[in-house]
């Protein structure tokens, strides 16, 4: 055998050699004799050289062969990852795209590829931009504002690497997103995980079971989200054509928030003092997918420079159809959207494909998805103003530099696949709607919006019906707080409930093994955390009375929830006589007026400790959040990662979270 192996080696040697002697003939290179060499006419070496390649033409022939082989392998290698091909993949993913390039949809994208994987190198950093002209801190991935897509099928596996090198710990929370048997992925700070700590790392990874639609992502330490960490996740299904009941050419992602000059942590503690009566902190103004333009001669006390600042652009082929997903990534203000002199078709809320219904303007409050389909067939011009305006009528105080409408351009060209923020035309002069703006901050008619596919909500046999009640309670001394019931949440940022949870019931403590169905007040503080346990798969309905004067859109962790009913005032029990359950709307994200409730049920048939908080990113950070604990038998014999135990084994994770109750409890300032 290894006789076999020498003569092999030296063959492949000698051929070696033969070959690169042919080649040295050919370019007048010296091998071998000097003196012969030059007694070579051309002829004579071109011959030599010809007699080589014949001799050896089958072994050179194999070699290319093998050659090409590999290349291509490493090619279809490349071209198959979503990490780039570097040795440090976090550097090598700064270089990605433009983010505004990246939110439109690939139109080839195969929607019948078999499930795969897919992996993102991420690094949070703090920086300094001036999106709309106006310099502010901020926190990004990957040097962008917002952040990069997640672009994936149903059925995918999503891996995110996330490298922490910012001043605060942080987390992602995956907005809608189920973590069917991944409950420890959810992301959510005191709930699911602790944070990540300034210089550590965590890699999230979790698959997309049984969802699709628009989805997002957005930090879920203190109020990071209203400085940048944020960006969008789309999930598409085999069936997205048939579900959709409107054909559409183009599909892109469109992001509205309100934007803040000063950092949110500095806006926060002024917010919670004491009797500040809820007086949430007043935008400065809007962006659209992070672009707008201030004028800077108004604003003489910020440093200010919109040499650079530009308006989001949209590029719609003319005479088709393009469905825009909107994603309020906002902490406070739900906007009225429009195109200018176009009406549109809603076809998805929260991840439900609906409709289509015809509306011209579009409500959506912070953390809510909507998806339309517009047609450009108006031939009153070439671009239209879009519109996203704060209903201000619900804001509490005046901010002198408020702008309250941002607006983008939607511009007919057949550019399609280039949002450059430069318009080719001159501005829009399009005409605006007459009606006058809402005044009155609430949810589209849930009644309108009918699922396309058909799911009852399970009949009246109900479980148990759970009544919560929010309100706000100031005074002296102490900071304002937001509450559900008696309780108003505080985040331990070291022992997440779901790891005390299965450590509690692991060991056999009766606090967690013996407590049944409703609040749980012997394993939890009930101060602090209001967690309610629902025991094995039932059907729940939640209440929610809502004794404050503000509008909140309640966002549930885990799953889709059936939109039963909303009203103003008390709730009224004879609601039950008169609930049309054969196709409501289900959606995570649904918002309580002002004075007002919502009734809402699920079927706690996912297993995990999920929260359930106001979205407006101010009232979460003042308590609003409580959580559901459902099949905790399930759940206690869980054994969660090693890395994510050891992300509360780090220091530092107090920093950017939400202040301490004592930083004015008896301080006479």
């Given amino acids: 055998m290894e006789s076999d192996l020498e003569d092999s080696s030296s063959s492949r040697s000698e051929l070696y050699w033969q070959v690169e002697q042919a080649q040295a003939l050919l370019v007048g290179s010296s091998y071998g004799d000097d003196e012969q060499e030059k007694s070579l006419g051309y002829e004579s070496r071109t011959r030599i050289a010809w007699n080589y390649f014949r001799e050896y033409s089958s072994e050179i022939v194999a070699l290319s062969s093998l050659l090409l082989v590999l290349i291509t392998t490493v090619l279809i290698w490349w071209i198959g990852r979503e990490a780039p091909l570097n040795s440090d993949p976090w550097q090598a993913a700064l270089t990605a795209a433009e983010p505004q390039h990246e939110y439109i949809l690939d139109p080839d994208w195969d929607f019948d590829a078999p499930p795969r994987a897919r992996e993102y190198w991420w690094t949070i950093e703090n920086t300094e931009l001036n999106p709309d002209g106006v310099y502010k801190p901020m926190v990004v991935i990957n040097g962008q504002f917002p952040g990069p897509m997640i672009h994936c099928n149903e059925g995918d596996t999503i891996t995110v690497n996330v490298r922490n090198k910012g001043v605060n710990a942080t987390s992602i929370h995956w907005h809608g997103i189920y973590q069917n048997g991944t409950n420890w992925m959810d992301g959510t700070v005191g709930v699911t995980q602790c944070p990540i700590a300034p210089g550590a790392t965590f890699t999230y990874e979790f698959k997309i079971i049984g969802q699709s639609g628009t989805y997002w992502y957005h930090a879920h330490q203190g109020t990071q989200v209203a400085d940048g960490l944020y960006g969008p996740l789309i999930v598409h299904s085999r069936l997205e054509h048939h579900l959709q009941k409107i054909h559409y050419d183009s599909d892109r992602v469109i992001m509205v928030q309100d934007y803040y000059h000063d950092l949110s942590a500095a806006l926060l503690v002024k917010y919670l003092e004491p009797d500040r009566e809820n007086a949430e902190p007043v935008p400065d103004g809007a962006l659209i997918n992070g672009r707008n333009i201030r004028d800077c001669d108004a604003l003489p006390h910020r440093r200010c420079d919109n040499t650079m600042a530009r308006l989001a652009v949209l590029n719609l082929a003319p005479n088709l159809n393009h469905r825009l997903r909107f994603i309020n990534t906002g902490s406070f203000a739900e906007f009225q959207v429009q195109i200018d002199e176009h009406e549109f078709a809603v076809t998805e809320v929260d991840g439900t494909d609906v409709g289509p219904v015809y509306y ?102 109900l479980d148990a019906v759970y009544y919560l009640w929010g309100n706000f309670q100031i005074g002296d001394w102490r900071l304002s707080r937001g509450f559900f019931n008696d309780t108003s949440w505080r985040p331990n940022v070291h022992c997440p409930t779901l790891s005390r949870f299965i450590e509690g019931y692991s060991a056999g403590n009766e606090s967690f093994t013996s407590t049944g169905d409703g609040v749980n007040e012997v394993a939890f503080n009930i101060n602090r955390e209001m967690v309610i346990q629902i025991v094995g798969i039932q059907t729940i309905d939640i209440v929610i009375q809502n004794f404050d004067d503000g509008n909140h859109p309640m966002h549930l962790h885990g799953y889709k929830f059936f939109v039963l009913a909303q009203g103003h005032g008390y709730f009224p029990w004879d609601t039950y006589n008169s609930l049309d359950l054969s196709n409501p709307l289900r959606r995570d994200t649904a918002s309580v007026q002002a004075y007002s409730w919502l009734l809402i049920r699920l079927v706690t048939d996912n297993p995990g400790m999920w929260a359930l908080h106001c979205h407006t990113s101010w009232h979460t950070e003042a308590g609003m959040l409580m959580q559901l604990l459902t099949r905790p038998d399930v759940v206690g014999k869980w054994s969660l990662p090693a890395a994510t135990t050891q992300l509360c084994q780090a220091e530092n994770l107090e920093n950017g979270m939400t202040p301490s109750d004592d930083i004015w409890y008896g301080n006479t300032r």
Wanted: charge should be negative; aromatic fraction near 6%; include cysteine.
């Fill in 360 to 461: 011209h303007r579009l409500n959506i409050n912070p953390g809510q998805r909507y998806s339309i389909v517009l047609s450009t067939d108006r031939t009153t011009g070439g671009s239209f103003w879009l519109r996203a305006r704060m209903i201000t009528d619900c804001f509490a105080e005046r901010n002198a530099d408020l702008v309250s409408e941002a607006r983008a351009i939607v511009q007919y060209s057949q550019e399609e696949m280039r949002d450059t923020g430069v318009p080719s035309h001159q501005l829009p002069e399009s005409l605006d709607w007459p009606e006058s703006i809402e005044q009155v901050c609430k949810d589209m008619d849930t009644i309108e919006l009918v699922p396309a596919t058909v799911a009852a909500a399970p009949p009246a046999n």
